[in-house]
């Protein structure tokens, strides 16, 4: 660790293959890789080519055949119930073997596909790494979903098991997993042949062994009295490690492929070089396995670097209250934390003197990173001023699997430029340019986009769908990765990411698309059309705004519809859509084409300068959107004096 950003960056652009050969010495290889980067293979070239190797032996395994085997790897700590455990690498490699042993037993072999539809738990770590021993590939699907996401997700990827756990515990309330498990399934084309359930005490599931459930911790138990061994079974650097399905612009998610190799090789470079983190340090990433987040830093990158990392089943706030962070920093000493702005939004609306924050002993933490939206510079300064460390924004994607721009602590602390994640990583040539393709001078706005080959650890291609990643990613900007992202980079090449160019918001940290709620919104018999856009929220930066036209004949009271609407999305997405605004229209503003002005809309709503657009059909709608947006307390009045300056 240490040295100088840029001149590690321009080593990596002389000499990009000798640069990541390097770093991949820190994996241990079965076979190591003939090739480092082959550009005749996959969508845009594949790393590590030849090499065999196992992600969960290098997490795993590696540690306890180096003597850490009593080391802490695995910290759970749920204020949901008031449970705190650690494991060690020898714990988990415990844990993990048996669990393998009856994903074994039930069928599971290499390349095999598995679901995992889990709480905050360790059992659902412990799974992902399961699998990853066998050369399984999971899929895990984030709790706040509903059965028809995870249905669509199971006929994707042809799970032919899945793991899930019998509820999940959100504040006031329990979230019977396993009766939305059942329904997708039967809604499912594929149908898995077996459910490994594990059983919670706050909920017990009923169990269809005659469908094929198995009660998980009992299967388990039996494996550990057996001492069923499972060896790490080799996978080539290439073979998919996970699909993790992320929104994209229609309803289908895009099952994102990452592969085993450039993973381990990019996260692991990663942990000492950006998060500056030492093995043995604990490390955590207050965000959900569900995520990518949770992929990258809940579970891989910390263990690979040999990490003590945190399992958090809680929030930010109300569970208890908003010193939550704060005692388990205390308590674990976490010297590195990474959570969404959202989180500290929630805190410090809160909290905004930092009573709690006074009450706990903070000294060991050293960094604290955001991602997965926007960081707004107000909260970055507040939580500077809160914890006296620094406050690194970083910018990533799903599909990225690790930071496109962000300030390496580990290296060295760049000047930190509020709004901005600071600069391109090592892997990653940026470039902004405009819809043409053409780069825009420094410091103007347009399409920000990496120039091919992504680096290791990226996307391999959709799961089963290489022609929509070729036509969403790569075809556009010809030689790039587009990543669908607006900003500018700076004179001094400072990076700030300013919205999406295509139908995706960030909602609390988590990604949407208003295109799927579009989709359910129209399913509703009463409907005629419908958009949906993204809104300025104080909270949670976007939240999903509905605006729906009626069918002419519909007589029936609005608010009704306004209700059955909210609870279709629920029930058909999920609550993690947090859709629960919408408003009735007479009509939708539309171009002479057709297009619907879902962009004016939203600057409408959210009170911003906005332009008259020249192909607008009728432009007298846009006053019955502001209407009703201003009746519902969007849409500031100074939005007609903005749009006339
Ligand atoms: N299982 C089931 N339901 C879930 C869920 C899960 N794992 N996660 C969220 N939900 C539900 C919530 O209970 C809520 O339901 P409700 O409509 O009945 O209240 C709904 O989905 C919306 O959740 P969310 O948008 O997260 O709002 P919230 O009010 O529950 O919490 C925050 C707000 C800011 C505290 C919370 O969003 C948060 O901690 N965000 C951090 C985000 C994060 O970690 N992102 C990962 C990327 S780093
Ligand atoms: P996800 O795939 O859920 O990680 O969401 C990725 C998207 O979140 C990116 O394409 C950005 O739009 C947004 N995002 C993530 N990190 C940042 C950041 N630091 N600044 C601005 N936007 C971000």
């Not at 009766?179 to 077996?194: E, G, I, Q, T």
């Not at 073979?239 to 992320?246: A, G, M, Q, R, S």
């Not at 069918?551 to 609870?567: L, P």
Request: a negative charge; one cysteine or more; charged letters at 20%.
């Amino acid at each position: 660790m240490g040295g100088n950003y840029q001149e590690i960056y321009d080593g990596w652009k002389v000499a990009p293959d000798a640069f990541w050969a390097a770093q991949a010495e820190s994996i241990h290889w079965f076979k190591p890789p003939h090739t480092v980067f082959d550009a005749s293979e996959g969508a845009y070239g594949r790393w590590f080519v030849g090499g065999e190797t196992n992600t969960c032996y290098n997490c795993v395994d590696r540690h306890v055949l180096a003597g850490r085997g009593s080391d802490t790897a695995v910290i759970y700590d749920s204020p949901m119930t008031g449970a705190k455990r650690s494991f060690s690498f020898d714990d988990v490699l415990a844990e993990v073997t048996a669990i393998a042993a009856v994903l074994r037993n039930h069928g599971v072999a290499k390349g095999d596909r598995v679901i995992i539809y889990m709480p905050m738990i360790p059992e659902a770590v412990f799974s992902m790494l399961a699998c990853a021993r066998l050369g399984a590939v999971h899929s895990v699907v984030f709790g706040g979903f509903a059965a028809h996401e995870l249905a669509t997700r199971i006929d994707d990827s042809g799970a032919k098991v899945v793991i899930t756990a019998s509820c999940g515990l959100e504040p006031g309330r329990i979230v019977p997993y396993k009766p939305l498990l059942d329904h997708a399934v039967d809604m499912a084309k594929v149908k898995p042949n077996y459910c490994l359930v594990f059983q919670r005490d706050e909920l017990h599931a009923p169990l269809r062994y005659e469908h094929g459930d198995v009660d998980l911790a009992k299967a388990v138990e039996v494996e550990k009295m057996n001492g069923t061994g499972v060896p790490c079974e080799p996978v080539l650097a290439t073979d998919p490690l996970y699909i993790l399905y992320t929104s994209g612009t229609t309803g289908q998610p895009k099952g994102v492929v990452r592969d085993n190799g450039g993973h381990m090789v990019a996260l692991h470079w990663s942990m000492s070089n950006i998060y500056g983190v030492k093995p043995g340090e604990v490390f955590w990433a207050a965000s959900d396995i569900g995520w990518v987040v949770g992929h990258s830093y809940i579970v891989y990158g910390p263990l690979l670097a040999g990490n003590a990392t945190v399992i958090f089943e809680g929030k930010p706030v109300g569970t208890p209250d908003a010193g939550t962070f704060w005692r388990v920093i205390a308590e674990h000493d976490v010297k590195v934390l990474f959570t969404a702005p959202t989180a500290f939004r929630a805190i410090r609306r809160d909290d905004s003197d930092g009573e709690f924050v006074r009450k706990y002993d903070l000294s060991g933490l050293r960094a604290l990173f955001l991602a997965g939206e926007r960081a707004d510079p107000e909260t970055i300064k507040w939580a500077e001023r809160m914890l006296g460390v620094p406050v690194i924004d970083h910018w990533w994607q799903t599909e990225t699997g690790w930071s496109i721009a962000a300030n390496p602590t580990g290296i060295e602390l760049l000047p930190v430029k509020h709004g901005s994640p600071a600069k391109a990583m090592p892997g990653y040539d940026l470039d902004v340019v405009d819809d043409a393709g053409h780069p825009v001078p420094r410091g103007t706005l347009g399409n920000i986009v990496a120039k091919l080959p992504l680096p290791p650890g990226c996307l391999v291609t959709f799961w089963n769908a290489d022609a929509r990643f070729h036509s969403a990613c790569l075809e556009e900007f010809p030689g790039y990765y587009k990543t669908a992202d607006a900003g500018i980079i700076d004179e001094d090449g400072y990076v700030f990411v300013m919205a999406r160019t295509d139908d995706i918001i960030n909602c609390a940290g988590h990604r949407l698309s208003t295109g799927a709620m579009e989709e359910v919104c129209a399913m509703h018999p009463d409907v005629a059309e419908c958009a949906v856009i993204g809104i300025a929220d104080e909270l949670k930066g976007q939240i999903p705004c509905g605006f729906l036209v009626l069918k002419k004949n519909v007589v029936r009271e609005q608010k009704a519809i306004e209700r059955e609407i909210v609870q279709l999305v629920r029930d058909e997405i999920g609550p993690v859509a947090a859709f629960k605004t919408v408003m009735i229209v007479e009509r939708l503003p539309k171009t002479r084409s057709g297009k619907i002005l879902r962009g004016t809309m939203q600057k409408i709503a959210d009170g911003l300068p906005w332009k008259m657009p020249a192909t607008i059909d009728d432009p007298a709608i846009l006053d019955e959107i502001t209407d009703v947006l201003r009746a519902h307390g969007h849409a500031s009045p100074d939005t007609q004096k903005a749009a006339a300056g």
